[in-house]
Structures are given as C-alpha cells and as structure tokens.
C-alpha cells in the first residue's frame, strides 16, 4: 500500500530511531493543509500488518470523506517504546485527534489527553487514560464463539485439550481473551484442559516453530486457538504437514485473506473477526463529531462488532463489520 513522506519525516525518524516508523497521510502531506483542516494522527502497532492495513483503509476513507490531513504512523515491529514517541511527536506537532491502540504505554497517550488532544483507543485498551472512547473486540463473545463451534463439531462428550497461541503474553489482552476462554470452555460437559500456551511475537515463522513445538509435546490436543492474526495461517499449516488436521480443530481471528482462503478451503474452521475497518473509519469519524459537534459516546467501553466468520458465512459477512454508528 502506498505510503507518502510528510514533511516532518526527519523529526519523525529522530525521535524513533528507525526508519521503519513514517508519517504517511491518507489525506495529504503536512506542509500541504488547509487552512482550518483538522490533522489526525494513527499510532498503529503494526506499521504494515495485513490486518492493520484493513484500519488503515477505514482511516483514509474516513479522512478523504471529512477532509481531514490524516498520518498513519506505527512502528514495524511490536515496540510499545517505540509508539510512546510517535505519540509525542503528535503532540508536538499539534495533532487534533489521535488514534491508537493498548500497546502503548498510558503516560505518553495521557499526555496528548493533557494537551487538549481527543484520544480514541482500539483493539486493547488504556483504562488510565481519560479516552473519548474504546473500540475494540468483546472477548467474551468471542470464546463462546469458538466454544460453540466446537461443541457442535465435537460434541458434549469429547473431553477438551485445549492450546492457545497469542502474540505475546506480557500484554494484558492476551491474558483476558484466555481468561474469557478458560470460563466459556470450563462448563465443557465432557471436561476441559487448557494444556499449553505459546506466543508468535507477531512472526509467522516463529508461531510455526511454536506449534511444531507444542504439538510434539502435547499430542493430545484437539482445540487449536490462535489470537494472532499470523498464528491461524502458520498453526494451519503445521497441523497439515503433521497429517493431524482430521484430529485438530484450528480457529483464528481476524480477517486477512491468507485465513479467510484457509477458512473456504477447510484448512480452518474458523476465524473471529472484529472490524478492524472500524477502527480506522468508525474511531474517525466519532473523534471528527466530538471535535465539531462536542458529541460523546453514550459509553466509553463500545464493542466493534464481533462475529465467527466460517464456510458458511464467510463469503457474505464483510458488510456487517463496515456499519458506521453516528454519535
């Protein structure tokens, strides 16, 4: 996806120390805005993650719509450090609006709430933080999700060994969708064991070696539970080559198309997916409306809409996730 260099990208790289990290507008360089043009700022996790990627087109279909000057900034690999300096550069710069997700440490991301920036959480949140609002997936909803699927593929009386990968289990999301999991497979009839937990650091070779790893070592796991968008794909296709995916049902999140071909070709049987289109395009146009129009959402904690997308569904569910909710 094409990416354009403001005119701070120097400023930008100093304060980051990579140059995996750009201000990139979906509406325009910097030094190009109007008069009286609002500027957003997007500190993604993941600067050109598949999955994010889908943020950003909402992002910038939302800023193109608004007439809003909109960078979309993030490093390339998972630093929290590296997101709390981005969010300083945005208050540096005057940002309007700012957008982020959980990872970042809440100091920086108070900060810009200090300064008179409106802040609008997505994904993971910052409770710490006085937000306008958090977006994000119901992670209860999700476990019955997959509990249900595999209820009625396994039936009541099939005893449960269960594996969840997660991108890293330092971040405090990952530790609540496996605590919704745990309490949704836990009243399992036939009995529920969660026999291991593993982390992809956001690499798919690494969420490879991984379950290469935990499947050697725990051959009687039947739930393969993946919370990484890279992990369902990498967990796929190790279960394929250990010839076990008849005696495996693999689940996923998210909605890149690497799962979504896997899910229409059997490779998995499910992916849940949060409309991470909405977290670029909802998450604007909500901050735009509170800014011009002093408008608040009725809670601050809103789900973005959460939904098990398998063969049955899967070519017809993408429409759910893009529905805007005015404020």
């Known amino acids: 996806m094409k990416r354009r260099l403001v005119c701070f990208l120097i400023a930008a790289v100093m304060l980051c120390g990579t140059v995996g990290q750009v201000f990139a507008g979906g509406s325009g360089d910097r030094a190009k805005k109007s008069s009286g043009q609002l500027h957003f700022v997007y500190v993604t996790p993941l600067l050109s993650h598949p999955v994010w990627l889908i943020a950003k087109n909402g992002f910038d279909q939302a800023c193109r719509e608004l007439g809003i000057q909109g960078d979309w900034i993030g490093p390339s690999i998972i630093s929290p450090e590296e997101?709390?300096?981005?969010?300083?550069?945005?208050?540096?710069q005057k940002a309007d609006a700012l957008i982020t997700q959980g990872l970042v440490p809440a100091p920086p991301v108070q900060n810009a709430v200090d300064a008179g920036i409106p802040v609008?959480?997505?994904?993971?949140?910052?409770?710490?933080?006085?937000?306008?609002?958090?977006?994000?997936?119901?992670?209860?909803?999700?476990?019955?999700?997959?509990?249900?699927?595999?209820?009625?593929?396994?039936?009541?009386?099939?005893?449960?060994?269960v594996s969840i990968q997660v991108a890293s289990l330092s971040y405090e999301v990952a530790h609540n969708q496996i605590a919704d999991i745990e309490k949704a497979f836990g009243k399992h009839p036939g009995g529920f064991k969660l026999v291991s937990r593993s982390e992809s650091k956001s690499e798919k070779i690494q969420s490879a070696t991984e379950w290469e790893r935990t499947f050697n070592a725990y051959p009687a796991i039947n739930v393969a539970i993946n919370l990484a968008a890279e992990a369902g794909p990498a967990c796929?296709?190790?279960?394929?080559?250990?010839?076990?995916?008849?005696?495996?049902?693999?689940?996923?999140?998210?909605?890149?198309?690497?799962?979504?071909?896997?899910?229409?070709?059997g490779g998995i049987d499910g992916t849940v997916?949060?409309?991470?289109?909405?977290?670029?395009?909802?998450?604007?146009?909500?901050?735009?409306?509170?800014?011009?129009?002093?408008?608040?959402p009725a809670t601050v904690i809103n789900d973005a809409g959460t939904i098990l997308i398998n063969k049955e569904n899967v070519d017809n569910y993408a429409d759910a996730l893009k529905v805007k909710k005015d404020l």
């Open 236 to 265: 796929a296709t190790v279960v394929q080559e250990k010839g076990i995916r008849s005696k495996v049902l693999v689940y996923a999140v998210d909605d890149v198309d690497e799962t979504l071909d896997l899910v229409r070709s």
């Open 273 to 296: 997916a949060t409309s991470f289109f909405n977290y670029g395009y909802q998450a604007t146009y909500w901050l735009y409306q509170h800014i011009k129009d002093g408008k608040k």
């Open 120 to 161: 609008l959480i997505v994904d993971s949140d910052l409770s710490d933080v006085d937000r306008l609002a958090f977006f994000g997936k119901d992670t209860a909803v999700q476990a019955q999700a997959f509990y249900a699927d595999v209820l009625k593929k396994l039936g009541p009386n099939t005893p449960l060994n």
């Open 83 to 92: 997101m709390a300096k981005l969010v300083d550069t945005a208050i540096a």
